[in-house]
T-cell receptor, first 117, second 113 residues
């Protein structure tokens, strides 16, 4: 299947700092990427849909100013957690569809564990 | 809004045996996709199998097969000859058009040696 990478895989930061997570489609161009958040032993919760060259679409209840999404190229989307607090600690996963493979299937990155102290 | 329901929070199966994970969904659409994803302890989401709603034939991928009942809005996953590496969280997911995936709450599968 298509390959999606995320960086970093693990990050620990102090409360009040900002953290940037990168999501890359390695072997295809993705006009749309998705950002999810997953709490322990729970399902994936969609945070936002990232569209290349335009503003992201956020799900209800997700703070746009807290979770900044930028999709500047067809292979890169970034999620910045601004002024992070301990409650932002979570597992963040990005996902993308490969239009070259019909776009039916979403491929997922390996995730980023964020711990805010 | 579309919803996906996995009624079995946990399941267990003996190694080499067969297990079936249940999934039902709610939609008014006629054309959509259904998926089963596996999430092992590494937490990497892995596609297990995919089904197009317009296809009557059930999808099969090696030891994994589905029982797709469109009228009943049911999409169960059967794992044959279970292996220790099959132990994971399994998520059923639905997608229609260009909308994002909608996930169920997941079923944790344990494989007993």
């Amino acid at each position: 299947g298509a390959v999606v990478s995320q960086h970093p895989s693990w990050v620990i930061c102090k409360s009040g700092t900002s953290v940037k997570i990168e999501c890359r489609s390695l072997d295809f161009q993705a006009t749309t990427m998705f950002w999810y958040r997953q709490f322990p032993k729970q399902s994936l919760m969609l945070m936002a849909t990232s569209n290349e060259g335009s503003k992201a679409t956020y799900e209800q209840g997700v703070e746009k100013d807290k979770f900044l999404i930028n999709h500047a190229s067809l292979t890169l989307s970034t999620l910045t957690v601004t002024s992070a607090h301990p409650e932002d600690s979570s597992f963040y996963i990005c996902s993308a569809r490969d239009p070259g493979r019909g776009g039916e299937t979403q491929y997922f990155g390996p995730g980023t564990r964020l711990l805010v102290l | 809004a579309q919803t996906v329901t996995q009624s079995q929070p946990e399941m267990s199966v003996q190694e080499a045996e067969t297990v079936t994970l249940s999934c039902t969904y709610d939609t008014s659409e006629s054309d959509y996709y259904l998926f089963w994803y596996k999430q092992p302890p590494s937490r990497q989401m892995i596609l297990v199998i995919r089904q197009e709603a317009y296809k009557q034939q059930n999808a099969t991928e090696n030891r994994f097969s589905v029982n797709f009942q469109k009228a009943a809005k049911s999409f169960s996953l059967k794992i044959s000859d279970s292996q220790l590496g099959d132990a994971a969280m399994y998520f059923c997911a639905y997608r229609q058009g260009n909308t994002p995936l909608v996930f169920g709450k997941g079923t944790r599968l344990s494989v007993i040696a």
